[in-house]
């Protein structure tokens, strides 16, 4: 059974950074896509980052591009969203997500077949 449990979400002020996990149990973690979306209040799911474990290559959002960074460890099964330069505008709850092959495309949430259950993240001005 996949499990997605994402971890280290929290309050920032803008400018700060903050690291989240994203620990995947129940499937061959090198061998799927995986991704980061978030969902701000009053708003639609967005993909933030996405990526396919076989080759590290990383998708961004616009937005977060050259901000936010993407990573994995197979060894851990762990997949890390590595969030700088923080705006307001970031707060949502952020979620993981996997999905099987194809990868392509990347960045649209209905394509992922399984989802952690979010952690918050707020950034004040």
């Known amino acids: 059974q996949v499990q997605l449990v994402e971890s280290g979400g929290g309050s920032v002020q803008a400018g700060g950074s903050l690291r989240l996990s994203c620990a995947a149990s129940?499937?061959?973690?090198?061998?799927?896509?995986m991704g980061w979306f978030r969902q701000a209040p009053g708003k639609e799911r967005e993909a933030v980052a996405t990526i396919f474990t076989g080759n590290s290559i990383p998708y961004y959002a616009d937005s977060v591009k050259g901000r936010f960074t993407i990573a994995q460890d197979n060894s851990k099964n762990t997949l890390y969203l590595q969030m700088n330069s923080l705006l307001p505008e970031d707060t949502a709850v952020y979620y993981c997500?996997?999905?099987?092959?194809?990868?392509?495309?990347?960045?649209?949430?209905?394509?992922?077949?399984?989802w952690g259950h979010g952690t918050q993240v707020t950034v004040s001005s």
């Open positions: 997500a996997a999905k099987t092959t194809p990868c392509a495309p990347f960045m649209i949430d209905s394509l992922y077949n399984y």
């Open positions: 129940g499937y061959t973690f090198s061998q799927y896509c």
